[in-house]
């Protein structure tokens, strides 16, 4: 059961679903070769995990700049979670050096 927030104040309260660009939110090339880019200027953090799980890298975007190397060992897939600090989004992308 859901149950009205009855304080003085509602924010940040989750009422809905925001609707959101889909196009500015995504990675590429994919497949990668060691650089990965991305549209979206509002980034303030991407981690790429390996499908098992484990965190490969942490990439804290500078302002100005839409592309980062990747310090991944092996060829494979991989799930990049890019963040704004409100709002993320994920996508598996192949790597291959």
Known sequence: ??????????????????????????????????????????????????VQGNLVQTILPVKGYQSSLLHVTEDGMYIIKGSDGKRSFIQKVFIVK
């Open 1 to 50: 059961m859901i149950r009205p927030y009855l304080g003085k104040s509602g924010q940040g309260v989750v009422t809905g679903n925001e609707p959101v660009a889909v196009s500015e939110n995504y990675f590429f090339p994919n497949p990668a070769q060691g650089i990965i880019n991305w549209k979206n200027t509002s980034l303030k953090r991407i981690d790429i995990y390996s």
